[in-house]
């Protein structure tokens, strides 16, 4: 079965301008070429059976037809070599490391606004900079222990940062399912193809977060708090509780107790809980704190953490990093922190709150992408060369009523990867999402969730917006 089409005037990632396969894409190209149609679409079939028999599903919110969707998966991987993702890691290494640094010194001593790195009024007015934990020591001063940091590629080739994910980045359920589909599907391409395993994903986390126990407990109690079956990634919470061998629980299964300590409801009594994976946002997470409506947190959470006998991950008040204002100024945190440039570059952005900005995208944005500073999900945004001018508008409207809510970047001509598609093999947008885990020492799994807008000419890749994934393959080098 040959993969070809139109490579047209964007950077492709399996083929080079000539049409040829990329030196890390040929092995693939000449054992994929080996399988008919028939045993092309077999493998699909299977593999889509699959996904729905274990349930793999994402939700649509806002969708009257259908809310809950199997989440599509495209059977061609992508390739990256050892030599790109060694340069890749090193980036992310940084980027973590930056913004962990600035957590701990926005919530004591914000050295780096005194010193006007950062604006005052722009973090005092960020949503989710929590000034109810202000002066509180985190476990080991980590504030971010898992990082889905979004990368996308330019039609140069040169990996850009879209935005970093530090509050609870979701779909690394479906990196290890894309690996296991595929797997089962190739099982005779792994073993010559050289790829590293993302499998260990569960294990690695699980030590992050057993590290950040109290008193540092040798075999700390863990578990996984959800808001509950109706969340979007429902599934992922489960996935990850059973792959670690820990309890998933919501909110109604904890209680805090008089001494201040966490207890999870069991049938065998109360038990005492160490370290908790919230994938719940702060807002819920305790009523008696945060949104005093909240069912679906813990009342006195925030008290036991604040008296130490609990461990967060991701800590309290990490939203204010994922604040997409202030992702305008992590090149100016590793310099400022780390003494370094930024390895991996930010995509070209204005923040309309500066007068000279919000002239420039006033006048373009009908040539811009317009993001809302606190979504995600592919909500609120405006892509400008796509809207019409109804939307463009409207969208100007509302960037002028509160401009420090919104940012504008350049359209990025997003790199294309072969896909199948229902009139064959078709060039679809990609990103990518490489996960970091921040405990005794920081890792960054190899692979991460590839993400296809499927649609053709399409740049959102999000499933909530129509998109899919495909299975990564980081390939070992030659040490």
Not at 16 to 28: A, Q, T
Not at 334 to 342: Q, R, V, W
Request: aromatic residues 10%; negative net charge; proline residues 5%.
């Amino acid at each position: 079965m040959q993969i070809k089409y139109d490579t047209e005037s964007f950077f492709d990632e399996m083929f080079d301008e000539k049409g040829l396969p990329r030196p890390h894409y040929k092995n693939f190209v000449d054992r994929f070429s080996e399988l008919t149609e028939s045993e092309f679409n077999r493998k699909r079939e299977a593999v889509n059976l699959s996904f729905l028999q274990q349930g793999i599903t994402f939700t649509v919110y806002g969708n009257q037809e259908s809310t809950e969707r199997i989440f599509p998966f495209d059977m061609v991987p992508r390739i990256i070599p050892d030599t790109e993702w060694k340069q890749m890691a090193r980036g992310l290494e940084q980027r973590i490391q930056a913004l962990n640094l600035f957590l701990q010194d926005v919530y004591h001593e914000q050295k780096i606004v005194k010193d006007g790195v950062v604006p005052a009024e722009i973090l005092n007015s960020s949503k989710h900079y929590r000034k109810e934990i202000v002066g509180l020591d985190v476990p080991r001063d980590i504030y971010i222990h898992i990082c889905g940091t979004d990368l996308i590629r330019d039609d140069n080739g040169d990996y850009l940062v879209l935005e970093d994910n530090g509050r609870c980045p979701s779909g690394v359920s479906y990196m290890i399912e894309n690996r296991q589909a595929m797997k089962r599907a190739f099982p005779r391409f792994f073993p010559k193809a050289g790829v590293r395993s993302v499998l260990d994903y569960p294990e690695k986390l699980l030590s992050a977060l057993q590290y950040i126990a109290p008193q540092g407990k040798s075999s700390p109690t863990v578990a996984v708090l959800t808001p509950g079956v109706y969340n979007s990634a429902y599934f992922e919470h489960c996935f990850l509780a059973r792959q670690m061998g820990v309890e998933i629980v919501e909110g109604r299964d904890l209680m805090v107790d008089s001494d201040d300590c966490v207890y999870m409801r069991t049938t065998e009594g109360l038990k005492q809980v160490d370290v908790l994976y919230r994938r719940i946002d702060d807002d819920f997470i305790d009523p008696e704190v945060f949104r005093k409506d909240s069912l679906l947190g813990v009342p006195g959470l925030v008290r036991a953490y604040k008296k130490g006998n609990i461990g967060l991950a991701n800590a309290l008040g990490t939203g204010v990093a994922d604040d997409k204002v202030m992702y305008c100024f992590v090149p100016d945190m590793i310099k400022y922190y780390l003494g370094e440039d930024a390895i991996l570059p930010n995509v070209e952005t204005w923040l309309p709150y500066r007068k000279p900005d919000l002239d420039y995208v006033l006048e373009n944005a009908d040539k811009l992408v317009i993001k809302a500073a606190n979504e995600a999900g592919g909500y609120g945004m405006l892509i400008g060369p796509h809207a019409s001018k109804k939307e463009v508008e409207e969208f100007k409207a509302k960037v002028k009523a509160a401009p420090r809510e919104f940012i504008a970047q350049t359209p990025i001509s997003l790199s294309r990867h072969p896909t199948y598609c229902d009139e064959g093999f078709g060039g679809r947008h990609i990103d990518l999402r490489p996960y970091i885990i921040c405990g005794e020492k920081t890792q960054i799994i190899p692979g991460g969730l590839t993400r296809v807008a499927l649609k053709k000419g399409s740049l959102v890749v999000n499933s909530s917006q129509g998109g899919g994934s495909k299975d990564t393959w980081v390939l070992y080098g030659d040490e």
